[in-house]
């Protein structure tokens, strides 16, 4: 039941990603565009984390934290350049 589970999660992750994508093409302005990386990206991580649980891989754990922490750091800096420094 849990292995089902968890390839239902991917499927949905995977379609998550897919209408994301189409989204990035059909977006109007850049803070769209740039909302709507961030749900690709970190979708992406949800993948590999739940890949990371059916493998059992405590390597996947250290790529996710990893990735995290770029992304997060990747969506302040996009937020900044798009906004021009202001706050």
Partial sequence: ???LAMWVTIGMLALAVVLGLVRVV???DDGSRAVVGDLVYF???GIV???GILAGSS???D???LASVLGILATI???RILTRGRR
């Fill in 63 to 65: 790529v996710v934290m």
């Fill in 77 to 79: 800096s996009l937020s």
């Fill in 49 to 51: 984390v739940v890949f």
């Fill in 1 to 3: 039941m849990m292995f």
């Fill in 43 to 45: 979708s992406s991580v």
């Fill in 26 to 28: 059909t977006a109007q």
């Fill in 59 to 61: 390597v996947a754990a």
